[in-house]
């Protein structure tokens, strides 16, 4: 169990949500006690409320997972990680889920995007939990006399940016809110997508000298600072319409040269109950069995992956207890990368999946369950994906109703791909020989076969991203960096509706402003298109 590494300190004086309307965000959150008296009375409370904000990004409420921080039909539905998940795999070409209620479909098919998909709501509403509980801490510490408190403020203002990241990533605008906002309650003026990449590089950049570059496990270090910077950097371009890849690149180099991380020569173990240990996991969102009970974090990548009649694929057999969703599985266009040779990663079959050599392409369940995804809907149309796992790679597991398998949202690898789609993108900072040497590595350890200089292009970095990082929050975007996701010139399963594929307008790079938030502050608008 994980939970003596990062212990979540539930205190009668919790943060009050304020996240139900945008123009209460700069109103400070309600205690039974100040957060100065607090800390006065008990020091050692700091660590206790840092973790509460940490947990905001994996769990439904510090409470347990039958409790929800902003509201939701269901408490599950609500987590971030959940919604990271949900608008960055499901919307694209690898995952597909088939339950279709109350606006997945939107997502999986990418058709009729509304602002009333209450899943879009919940991933909006919940940035704006998560940055007026980090601003209430940073302006509390800040005043406090505590230990440790400029890396506690450097953490929160990570955890700050890392929460505006997803608004610049996901909706395109949005308002900023600071500590100094806390007694104001007249509603921000909206930010656009550039201003809101000024703020979070700002942020990062101010933190990254002072952080720890060493940390407790499951704690923001300076590594995770510059993964973050160089992943804001890679997306520059689609998010300000300026470049970045000199700066991507240099930052991915400082957390290969100067991290002390490691590719793990066991790809299983970076997704299993024991993923603590791997020495490639820069920053995770930590799941406990029972400490951090929630329906949003690999709870739910491992049940929707399982179950769901008449499949072999039990929960029991990836270490979960009941009877698994039945949700989700991958597309051919994710399982479809793996082939025999290089020229069969765009178009490989059954066969070659089952012969592949790549650790990562055997993470497929086949038996009872057909090859094309016919009808998405379907339960055995699609594999499912045994990626990730609540057991151990080495020790006995054990059989549980939550998973206690971290969610890995930085890892070396990463790092890696940055560097190498950098250089082939003309980085004057990164070099085609290095990235080259970089791939392979990758591979070697992944038992991949190498490649040479000159299968080195852009478009095997993006399928090579998918077979390493699809499940984990990143494809969307990657499909939008390389101009893949809209349009027609790039087609998977149910694209569009359609089962071949179909174009999609150019105007779901971004999701639409729920109606919600529209209602709650009318200083934001809608994006074109909604």
Same mark, same amino acid.
């Given at each position: 169990?994980?939970?003596?590494?990062?212990? #979540?300190?539930?205190?009668?004086?919790?943060?009050?949500?304020?996240?139900?309307?945008?123009?209460?965000?700069?109103?400070?959150?309600?205690?039974?006690?100040?957060?100065?008296?607090?800390? /006065?009375?008990?020091?050692?409370?700091?660590?206790?409320?840092?973790?509460?904000?940490?947990?905001?990004?994996?769990?439904?409420?510090?409470?347990?997972?039958?409790?929800?921080?902003?509201?939701?039909?269901?408490?599950?539905?609500?987590?971030?990680?959940?919604?990271?998940?949900?608008?960055?795999?499901?919307?694209?070409?690898?995952?597909?889920?088939?339950?279709?209620?109350?606006?997945?479909?939107?997502?999986?098919?990418?058709?009729?995007?509304?602002?009333?998909?209450?899943?879009?709501?919940?991933?909006?509403?919940?940035?704006?939990? @998560?940055?007026?509980?980090?601003?209430?801490?940073?302006?509390?510490?800040?005043?406090?006399?505590?230990?440790?408190?400029?890396?506690?403020?450097?953490?929160?203002?990570?955890?700050?940016?890392?929460?505006?990241?997803?608004?610049?990533?996901?909706?395109?605008?949005?308002?900023?809110?600071?500590?100094?906002?806390?007694?104001?309650? @007249?509603?921000?003026?909206?930010?656009?997508?550039?201003?809101?990449?000024?703020?979070?590089?700002?942020? !990062?950049?101010?933190?990254?000298?002072?952080?720890?570059?060493?940390?407790?496990?499951?704690?923001?270090?300076?590594?995770?600072?510059?993964?973050?910077?160089? =992943?804001?950097?890679?997306?520059?371009?689609?998010?300000?319409?300026?470049?970045?890849?000199?700066?991507?690149? $240099?930052?991915?180099?400082?957390?290969?040269?100067?991290?002390?991380? %490691?590719?793990?020569?066991?790809?299983? =173990?970076?997704?299993?109950?024991?993923?603590?240990?791997?020495?490639?996991?820069?920053?995770?969102? #930590?799941?406990?069995?029972?400490?951090?009970?929630?329906?949003?974090?690999?709870?739910?990548?491992?049940?929707?992956?399982?179950?769901?009649?008449?499949?072999?694929?039990?929960?029991?057999?990836?270490?979960?207890?009941?009877?698994?969703?039945?949700?989700?599985?991958?597309?051919?266009?994710?399982?479809? !990368?793996?082939?025999?040779?290089?020229? *069969?990663?765009?178009?490989?079959?059954?066969?070659?999946?089952?012969? $592949?050599?790549?650790?990562?392409?055997?993470?497929?369940?086949?038996?009872?369950?057909?090859? /094309?995804?016919?009808?998405?809907?379907?339960?055995?149309?699609?594999?499912?994906?045994?990626?990730?796992?609540?057991?151990?790679?080495?020790?006995?597991?054990?059989?549980? *109703?939550?998973?206690? %398998?971290?969610?890995?949202?930085?890892?070396?690898?990463?790092?890696?791909?940055?560097?190498?789609?950098?250089?082939?993108?003309?980085?004057?900072?990164?070099?085609?020989?290095?990235?080259?040497?970089?791939?392979?590595?990758?591979?070697?350890?992944?038992?991949? %076969?190498? #490649?040479?200089?000159?299968?080195?292009?852009?478009?095997?970095?993006?399928? /090579?991203?998918?077979?390493?990082?699809?499940? /984990?929050?990143?494809?969307?975007? *990657?499909?939008?960096?390389?101009?893949?996701?809209?349009?027609?010139?790039?087609?998977?399963?149910?694209?569009?509706?359609?089962?071949?594929?179909?174009?999609?307008?150019?105007?779901?790079?971004?999701?639409?402003?729920?109606?919600?938030?529209?209602?709650?502050?009318?200083?934001? @608008?809608?994006?074109?298109?909604?």
């Amino acid at each position: 169990m994980k939970l003596n590494k990062f212990k #979540i300190i539930l205190l009668s004086f919790a943060l009050v949500s304020t996240t139900s309307c945008l123009n209460e965000l700069n109103t400070e959150p309600e205690y039974l006690l100040t957060l100065e008296q607090l800390l /006065e009375s008990q020091p050692n409370a700091a660590n206790g409320l840092l973790a509460k904000v940490y947990a905001s990004l994996s769990m439904s409420s510090a409470k347990g997972p039958g409790e929800a921080d902003i509201t939701g039909d269901d408490k599950g539905e609500t987590v971030f990680l959940r919604g990271i998940i949900n608008l960055e795999d499901f919307t694209a070409d690898a995952m597909k889920n088939r339950w279709g209620d109350n606006g997945l479909d939107q997502l999986t098919t990418a058709t009729k995007w509304t602002p009333d998909n209450k899943f879009f709501r919940y991933l909006f509403d919940r940035v704006y939990y @998560t940055v007026p509980q980090a601003n209430a801490l940073i302006d509390a510490f800040g005043k406090a006399n505590i230990n440790n408190k400029e890396q506690y403020i450097g953490e929160l203002r990570f955890i700050r940016a890392f929460a505006y990241f997803y608004m610049i990533d996901c909706f395109g605008k949005g308002v900023i809110v600071t500590e100094k906002d806390l007694a104001n309650p @007249t509603p921000k003026e909206q930010a656009s997508r550039i201003e809101l990449f000024k703020y979070v590089e700002s942020e !990062l950049l101010a933190i990254e000298p002072t952080i720890a570059s060493k940390t407790e496990y499951g704690h923001v270090n300076k590594a995770t600072v510059q993964m973050l910077l160089s =992943r804001l950097y890679l997306n520059a371009q689609v998010y300000t319409g300026t470049a970045r890849w000199n700066d991507a690149a $240099t930052y991915a180099k400082k957390v290969i040269d100067e991290g002390g991380y %490691s590719l793990d020569t066991n790809f299983v =173990r970076m997704f299993s109950a024991d993923n603590n240990t791997s020495p490639e996991i820069i920053f995770p969102l #930590i799941a406990d069995p029972i400490g951090t009970q929630s329906y949003g974090n690999s709870t739910y990548i491992i049940n929707g992956n399982t179950g769901g009649a008449p499949s072999t694929l039990s929960p029991a057999l990836l270490g979960i207890k009941g009877d698994g969703w039945g949700g989700h599985r991958a597309s051919k266009a994710w399982y479809g !990368l793996f082939g025999n040779s290089l020229t *069969d990663y765009n178009g490989g079959s059954a066969t070659a999946l089952a012969a $592949t050599q790549d650790q990562r392409g055997k993470l497929f369940w086949q038996t009872g369950h057909e090859y /094309e995804m016919a009808d998405y809907k379907t339960w055995t149309d699609g594999y499912p994906s045994t990626k990730f796992r609540n057991l151990r790679t080495s020790g006995p597991s054990e059989t549980t *109703d939550f998973s206690g %398998s971290d969610f890995p949202v930085f890892r070396l690898a990463e790092a890696y791909l940055t560097y190498a789609e950098c250089a082939v993108r003309g980085a004057s900072t990164a070099n085609v020989g290095q990235a080259l040497t970089y791939i392979n590595e990758l591979r070697g350890k992944r038992t991949a %076969s190498t #490649i040479n200089a000159g299968s080195l292009t852009l478009d095997f970095i993006l399928a /090579e991203r998918g077979r390493e990082f699809n499940l /984990e929050g990143q494809r969307r975007t *990657d499909l939008i960096r390389f101009d893949k996701f809209t349009g027609g010139s790039y087609l998977w399963p149910w694209k569009g509706g359609v089962k071949d594929g179909t174009s999609i307008s150019p105007n779901y790079n971004v999701f639409p402003i729920p109606n919600t938030a529209l209602s709650a502050n009318p200083n934001l @608008t809608q994006n074109t298109g909604y």
